[in-house]
């Protein structure tokens, strides 16, 4: 079956700066690579995704891409703040199924 | 729209007991899928449903099952609970009716601790 690595498993930066991070998926049968955001006790929250047809994708702050030769996407923030601080899932799915594949997830630590 | 609801929040069962945990996804989406998250394996599909019909399935015994009604609302089953079964219970909601769009939005969760 699918499986999706994640990398790093925690991530700090300053607020301002850039966070980075990077999942690689096995089945090249995937299509659909959201990213979710969980805040401590609440629910993941979809932030962003992208389709097997599109390399890149940006909404404000949030970008993300993906390189279906190497298997690999990428969630990119930019400007960081403290309220990006959570833990961070990438996830894929295989065409024509809804069932997701998570990513071990990063806990990413905003420091003011 | 109101988000997907899911009951109860809490739960606290002992080893050997069945317990049954209830999604009512966002109105209007037709396909709700399961999820288990623990702290040692992460987020983990159970099982997806679509016109109360089951259409995907991940690794889990038996022991675990559901349903979807007519209405779209669903619910898990766990039986013969076990030690490890302590974890979220995750549902998410999705409106693709043709796999077209895949987003997925997750509920609040219900805590299943069993001792």
């Known amino acids: 079956g699918e499986n999706v690595e994640q990398h790093p498993s925690t991530l700090s930066v300053q607020e301002g700066d850039s966070a980075v991070i990077k999942c690689t998926y096995s089945?090249?049968?995937?299509?659909?690579f959201p990213w979710y955001k969980q805040e401590l006790g609440k629910r993941p929250q979809l932030i962003i995704d992208?389709?097997?047809?599109?390399g890149e994708k940006k909404d404000q702050r949030i970008a993300v891409t993906l390189n279906k030769t190497a298997k690999h996407f990428s969630l990119h923030i930019t400007e960081t703040q403290p309220e990006d601080s959570a833990v961070y899932f990438c996830?894929?799915?295989?065409?024509?199924?809804?069932?997701?594949?998570f990513g071990s997830g990063t806990r990413l630590q905003v420091q003011p | 729209k109101a988000g997907v609801t899911q009951t109860p929040r809490y739960l606290i069962k002992t080893r050997g007991q069945q317990v049954t945990l209830s999604c009512s996804p966002i109105?209007?989406?037709?396909?709700v899928s399961w999820y288990q998250q623990t702290p040692g394996q992460g987020l983990q599909f159970l099982f997806e449903?679509?016109?109360?019909?089951?259409?995907n399935k991940g690794n889990f015994p038996g022991r675990f099952s559901g349903r979807q009604f007519s209405n779209s609302r669903s619910e898990m089953n766990v039986s013969t609970l076990e030690l490890g079964d302590s974890a979220l219970y995750l549902c998410?909601?999705?409106?693709?009716?043709?796999?077209?769009?895949?987003?997925?939005?997750f509920g609040p969760g219900t805590r299943l601790t069993v001792l």
């Open positions: 998410a909601s999705s409106f693709s009716i043709d796999f077209s769009y895949n987003e997925q939005f």
């Open positions: 089945d090249s049968a995937s299509n659909y």
């Open positions: 992208i389709r097997s047809n599109v």
């Open positions: 996830a894929a799915s295989l065409a024509g199924r809804r069932a997701l594949t």
């Open positions: 109105s209007g989406h037709r396909s």
């Open positions: 449903y679509f016109s109360e019909t089951q259409r």
